[in-house]
């Protein structure tokens, strides 16, 4: 009998190391609203990894879960655009940073908006979701502090149809395809 109790002691010791465990690195996030779409849909449950901005800071085209600096309750979920010390503007139904315009095959639709060219504050992060008309976010005037980022968006669970990783669009990527598609442009007008 004393050996099912010390093993029954040992199982809920496990137990409780593996969920506070799984509590500090992952959480589960359920979307609300249509601001990621076509990304992400209302409704759908992503998890967020906690631990990732420990290890590094926060990069372009991550999407990430927050906590807003306004009134308003609960978390956000949007894009990084623009780190700390980053310039973006919004002209020309396109995005750019740093002067340079950004390829972005993950939005729903152009931005319908105007957005004077801006610094990003230096420990913050410029946002934008991918329903860019439809989105609460930095094209509003705020930004998101480092110390508000809950976590990277990693993985999608549900529903199943939506089962796996969350893409990633680096800035050099984005930049990549601006300079591929401006290749293939010479190289179609030089062969006509």
Same mark, same amino acid.
């Given at each position: 009998?004393?050996?099912?109790?010390?093993? &029954?002691?040992?199982?809920?010791?496990?137990?409780?190391?593996?969920?506070?465990?799984?509590?500090?690195?992952?959480?589960?996030?359920?979307?609300?609203?249509?601001?990621?779409?076509?990304?992400?849909?209302?409704?759908?449950?992503?998890?967020?990894?906690?631990?990732?901005?420990?290890?590094?800071?926060?990069?372009?085209?991550?999407?990430?879960?927050?906590?807003?600096?306004?009134?308003?309750?609960?978390?956000?979920?949007?894009?990084?655009?623009? &780190?700390?010390?980053?310039?973006?503007?919004?002209?020309?139904?396109?995005?750019?940073?740093?002067?340079?315009?950004?390829?972005?095959?993950?939005?729903?639709?152009?931005?319908?908006?105007? &957005?004077?060219?801006?610094?990003?504050?230096?420990?913050?992060?410029?946002?934008?979701?991918?329903?860019?008309?439809?989105?609460?976010?930095?094209?509003?005037?705020?930004?998101?502090?480092?110390?508000?980022?809950?976590?990277?968006?990693?993985?999608?669970?549900?529903?199943?149809?939506?089962?796996?990783?969350?893409?990633?669009?680096?800035?050099?990527?984005?930049?990549?395809?601006?300079?591929?598609?401006?290749?293939?442009?010479?190289?179609?007008?030089?062969?006509?």
């Amino acid at each position: 009998m004393k050996s099912f109790f010390h093993e &029954l002691i040992i199982t809920a010791v496990l137990a409780l190391v593996v969920f506070f465990a799984l509590r500090f690195t992952i959480d589960t996030v359920i979307i609300v609203g249509i601001s990621m779409e076509p990304s992400f849909h209302s409704e759908q449950r992503i998890l967020i990894s906690k631990v990732t901005y420990r290890i590094h800071e926060p990069e372009r085209g991550d999407v990430i879960v927050f906590r807003p600096t306004n009134s308003e309750k609960g978390e956000f979920i949007k894009r990084i655009i623009a &780190l700390p010390n980053d310039t973006v503007e919004v002209k020309d139904d396109a995005v750019y940073v740093n002067g340079t315009r950004l390829t972005e095959p993950y939005i729903n639709n152009t931005p319908s908006y105007h &957005l004077s060219k801006q610094k990003i504050p230096a420990g913050n992060y410029f946002v934008l979701g991918d329903n860019r008309n439809q989105s609460n976010d930095s094209h509003n005037g705020w930004v998101v502090p480092r110390q508000n980022i809950v976590g990277k968006a990693w993985l999608s669970i549900w529903p199943p149809p939506e089962w796996g990783l969350v893409p990633e669009y680096s800035l050099h990527e984005q930049l990549a395809s601006i300079v591929d598609t401006y290749m293939a442009k010479c190289y179609l007008l030089y062969n006509m």
